[in-house]
């Protein structure tokens, strides 16, 4: 999981900051399906 994110490192750093600012609104489960659901947004954009 962690290899497929910091494949493009600027992506993965704007990810993790937002990841890190949504960890207190989301219990684990939620939030990897919400840090993989904006990964894939970002990357069809």
Do not use: G, T
């Not at 497929?4 to 990841?19: D, H, P, R, S």
């Amino acid at each position: 999981m962690d290899k497929f994110f910091f494949n493009n490192k600027k992506l993965a750093v704007k990810i993790k900051i937002f990841y890190l600012q949504m960890v207190p609104l989301f219990n684990l489960k939620k939030l990897r399906l919400f840090y993989l659901s904006v990964y894939l947004l970002v990357m069809l954009f």
